[in-house]
T-cell receptor, first 113, second 115 residues
């Protein structure tokens, strides 16, 4: 069966520090991978999606970036965090198709102070 | 652009009460519609889905019908349980040309069920 892992579960970082969140998927190949963010009082917002190794599409201009160095690995990064980067970050995978069902990881709670 | 609007929470109900969480959408094409649930301390899980007008999705006693004429996908359950306490997200898949499709979510509605 397929599983998706995210770490860390929680993170507290100072403003201006770098960020690296990792997501890995097991039990499937060539998945579509997604990063979402839920800021306080707002809905989930798609940040990046990837349909293959090295292929990244950005939905929202920001100081975050994403990379996909391996088929089932998706990394969210920042060189300098802002206060507004605080939120709940979710990684998801899917295989595409008509219904586009996506499966989500447990999430990372990021607090920038 | 495409968007999803769902009722503000929190919603507090007694066990065995009826539940309705309203969800409406705007979309230029023919989206698929979803309800996701996030139980305390867990990640999002797909609860149910509908891919075309008049389809009814159902799971765990929850139902939602894809209404194109009213652009709605309200979540309903006849008798809630304490274990249904969670945050519920309505979502649509925009399926733009040339992509695999991406989910657009509402803000979420927190449901608390009291014994």
């Amino acid at each position: 069966s397929q599983t998706i892992h995210q770490w860390p579960a929680t993170l507290v970082q100072p403003v201006g520090s770098p960020l690296s969140l990792e997501c890995t998927v097991e039990g499937t190949s060539n998945p579509n991978l997604y990063w979402y963010r839920q800021a306080a009082g707002r809905g989930l917002q798609l940040l990046f999606y990837s349909v293959g190794i090295g292929q990244i599409s950005s939905e929202v201009p920001q100081n975050l970036s994403a990379s996909r160095p391996q088929d089932r690995q998706f990394i969210l990064s920042s060189k300098k965090l802002l206060l507004s980067d605080s939120g709940f970050y979710l990684c998801a995978w899917g295989q595409g198709g008509l219904a586009d069902t996506q499966y989500f990881g447990p999430g990372t709670r990021l607090t920038v102070l | 652009g495409d968007s999803v609007t769902q009722m503000e929470g929190p919603v507090t109900l007694s066990e065995e009460a009826c539940l309705t969480i309203n969800c409406t959408y705007t979309a230029t094409g023919y989206p698929s519609l979803f309800w996701y649930v996030q139980y305390p301390g867990e990640g999002l899980q797909l609860l149910l889905k509908a891919t075309k007008a008049d389809d009814k999705g159902s799971n765990k006693g929850f139902e939602a019908t894809y209404r194109k004429e009213t652009t709605s996908f309200h979540l309903e359950k006849g008798s809630v349980q304490v274990s249904d306490s969670a945050v519920y997200f309505c979502a649509l898949s925009d399926l733009p040309d040339g992509s695999q499709g991406n989910l657009i979510f509402g803000k979420g509605t927190k449901l608390s069920v009291k014994p």
